[in-house]
C-alpha cells in the first residue's frame, strides 16, 4: 500500500515570495505518477502540476515547479511570486502506473493549508 | 463543457434516512470514483467503477453502496446513514485508457451533513 505525507499542516507566506510545500511519499512500485491538487476556499478540487515517475525532469506549470527526488521518495511543490489567489489548501497524491485498466486510485496526503498574505 | 456534476452540493439530514448523491460526467469516461474528505485525512476513496456494472471496494466502503447502470452517472448511495458518515464528498472521472495520461476531474463536492 502506499502512503503520502505532508509534513506541514499550514503555511503563509507575504504575497510575491516564494514558498516550498513539502510532500514525501512510501510505495514499493517503480512506476508511478504523483500530483499536486489545489482546493481553493469553492472546495473545487484543482489539479496545479503533474509528474511522471519515470521522467527525470522536474515538471513546471508557469509560476509551479516540482522538485522529484525519486531515490529520497520527495515531491515538493514551489510557487513562486506568489499571489492571493494561490490561498488554498494543496493537497499531494499518488497514482501507480498500471500497464492494464486497473483502479486509478489516487492516495492522497493530508494537505497543507497555504495563506498568501497581502 | 466538460464537467463532473455532483447533486445536492449540501444536505443535512437526520440518522437512518436513506439519502443518494448523484454523480453525472458528460467526457464518455469509463472510470468514476468517489472520495470522502475530512479534516486531518486527506481524502480517501470510497468506492470505483471500471465501466458499467463493473464496481469495486475502495479503501472506506462501510455504509456505502453505489451503481453503474449507466456509463455517464454513479450515484452514491447510504441506506442508512450514521454522523460518522458527516463528510466532504467528492465524484471524480477519467479516461479508461488511463495510465496517469488523462487526469482525474473532479466535481465540486457535496456537503453532508447527518444528525
Avoid at chain 1, 39 to 67: D, G
Avoid at chain 2, 21 to 37: F, L
Avoid at chain 2, 74 to 83: K, T, V
Amino acid at each position: 500500500a502506499q502512503t503520502v505525507t505532508q509534513s506541514q499542516p499550514e503555511m503563509s507566506v507575504q504575497e510575491a515570495e516564494t514558498v516550498t510545500l513539502s510532500c514525501t511519499y512510501d510505495t514499493s512500485e517503480n512506476n508511478y505518477y504523483l500530483f499536486w491538487y489545489k482546493q481553493p476556499p469553492s472546495r473545487q478540487m484543482i489539479l496545479v502540476i503533474r509528474q511522471e515517475a519515470y521522467k527525470q525532469q522536474n515538471a513546471t506549470e508557469n509560476r509551479f515547479s516540482v522538485n522529484f527526488q525519486k531515490a529520497a521518495k520527495s515531491f515538493s511543490l514551489k510557487i513562486s511570486d506568489s499571489q492571493l489567489g494561490d490561498t488554498a489548501m494543496y493537497f499531494c497524491a499518488f497514482m501507480r502506473l498500471t500497464s492494464n485498466f486497473g483502479n486509478e486510485k489516487l492516495t492522497f496526503g493530508t494537505g497543507t493549508r497555504l495563506t498568501i498574505i497581502p | 463543457e466538460a464537467q463532473v456534476t455532483q447533486n445536492p452540493r449540501y444536505l443535512i439530514t437526520v440518522t437512518g434516512k436513506k439519502l443518494t448523491v448523484t454523480c453525472s460526467q458528460n467526457m464518455n469516461h469509463e472510470y468514476m470514483s468517489w472520495y470522502r474528505q475530512d479534516p486531518g485525512l486527506g481524502l480517501r476513496q470510497i468506492y470505483y467503477s471500471m465501466n458499467v456494472e463493473v464496481t469495486d471496494k475502495g479503501d472506506v466502503p462501510e455504509g456505502y453502496k453505489v451503481s453503474r447502470k449507466e456509463k455517464r452517472n454513479f450515484p452514491l448511495i447510504l441506506e442508512s446513514p450514521s454522523p460518522n458518515q458527516t463528510s466532504l464528498y467528492f465524484c471524480a472521472s477519467s479516461s479508461g485508457v488511463s495510465l496517469g495520461n488523462q487526469p482525474q476531474h473532479f466535481g465540486d463536492g457535496t456537503r453532508l451533513s447527518i444528525l
